[in-house]
T-cell receptor
């Protein structure tokens, strides 16, 4: 069974703080993705990575960066958190011919 | 621009009713169409559809894809309160990117 683990379920941070969201997968998959999910907007892709040290911008990369130093770990970094980054953050890997997504449990981040 | 549109955005029905959720898409380099169920946590996988006209079924849930008209439907028969959730549709592209719809929020009243 695929396991995708996000480091925190709930997080509260102050405006201006640097925030790290960690995602670890145990299936040696190349492709890892970070999404944010907001009511009425669906899932929006922030960044993705096809391999170690490789990263690609998604649809909404502004205000975020990522790090992939090891294959199993993909980190999302909010350089200076702002209130409009309050959201649910979901990490996913894609697997199989149909590219089925497997998600971590999600991190609900509140920036105050 | 790639897009996936789900309808309705929300739906309230009574337990025992049958519901049909719609997903239409305009996506280049189509690989597959995926349905997910999301309760108060991360989405969980329901179906993957790659071929037109072949129904996928799991218990009271079923789904079918029409690649000519570019849509899919998700049917739920004899609904139960546990079916209350947001149902997400996504299209997978050949470059492994997923294009997501905004979801349909389904509420089942006892």
């Amino acid at each position: 069974d695929v396991k995708v683990t996000q480091s925190s379920r709930y997080l509260v941070k102050r405006t201006g703080e640097k925030v790290f969201l960690e995602c670890v997968q145990d299936m040696d998959h190349e492709n890892m993705f970070w999404y944010r999910q907001d009511p009425g907007l669906g899932l929006r892709l922030i960044y993705f990575s096809y391999d170690v040290k490789m990263k690609e911008k998604g649809d909404i990369p502004e205000g975020y960066s990522v790090s992939r130093e090891k294959k199993e770990r993909f980190s999302l970094i909010l350089e200076s958190a702002s209130t409009n980054q309050t959201s649910m953050y979901l990490c996913a890997i894609l697997r199989g011919l149909g590219a089925e997504a497997f998600f971590g449990q999600g991190t609900r981040l509140t920036v105050v | 621009e790639d897009k996936v549109v789900q309808s309705p955005l929300s739906l309230v029905v009574h337990e025992g009713d049958t519901v049909t959720l719609n997903c239409s898409y305009e996506v280049t380099n189509f690989r597959s169409l995926l349905w997910y169920k999301q309760e108060k946590k991360a989405p969980t996988f329901l179906f993957m559809l790659t071929s037109s006209g072949i129904e996928k079924k799991s218990g009271r849930l079923s789904s079918i894809l029409d690649k000519k008209e570019l849509f899919s439907i998700l049917n739920i028969t004899a609904t139960q309160t546990g079916d209350s959730a947001v149902y997400l549709c996504a299209v997978s592209k050949s470059n492994y990117q997923l294009i997501w719809g905004a979801g349909t929020k389904l509420i089942i009243k006892p």
